[in-house]
């Protein structure tokens, strides 16, 4: 008979997920003869509160990503701080009037996407001790509504950032258009990375990392996957 008021599940349902996650991310790496360390989980925290958070951190995971520089500010300064292990990336559209304060807080900034951001981004650094990473965000479907380089631009962009703006580039990201199966943009995105020198790959979101693992993705950005449905 079931008691009606047995403890609520020991292990956090989050923190089971993170585990499973983390196991398919290594087997995968492994499958397609990498080693997985060269594969970083991003756990993408955006929309969830500290409170959903925090288990998973207590279970050893430190790299978390973001969408909002607001947001991310307000949920992450304090546990900067106490925890100097964490590093944070920003996965989400980038406003140049917030260039400043993502340089702030962020170590990696996947959404480089055009020329007015290389141009932000080169000011806050001006200003700041600070370098995250940057990544070049590519619109590898080419849809007019997503943002990013198209690929026939980015030789070019990359140029910009370089010589103009002298900021170093490490990699390259992409989302790939929702109604197409993601591997040859996956490819696609390897291949241009490779042309250019380029060593971070972003791609892979909870749906099809494990692809993206197999043709290369040095980050993977995972969020409901592991925190669940965002409500
Ligand atoms: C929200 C988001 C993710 C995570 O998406 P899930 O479907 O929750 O895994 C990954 N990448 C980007 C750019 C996102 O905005």
Redesign the pocket.
Known sequence: MQHPELPPQRQDSAVIRWQEIRTAVNRAAEDSGRNAENVTLIA?S?TYPMAAIVPVIAAGQRVF?E?YVQEALEKWSGQRQTMPELELHM??PLQSNKARDAVSLFDVI?TLDRPSLAAALASAFSKSERRPKLLVQVNTGEEPQKAGIAPSDLAAFLGLCRETHGLSIAGLTC?PPADEPPSPHFAFLRDLAKHHGLPLLSMG???DYEQAIMLGATHV?????IFGA?G
């Open positions: 993408v955006k990503g969408n996965i989400g996947h989302i979101m909870s749906a950005r995972i969020g409901s996957a965002r």
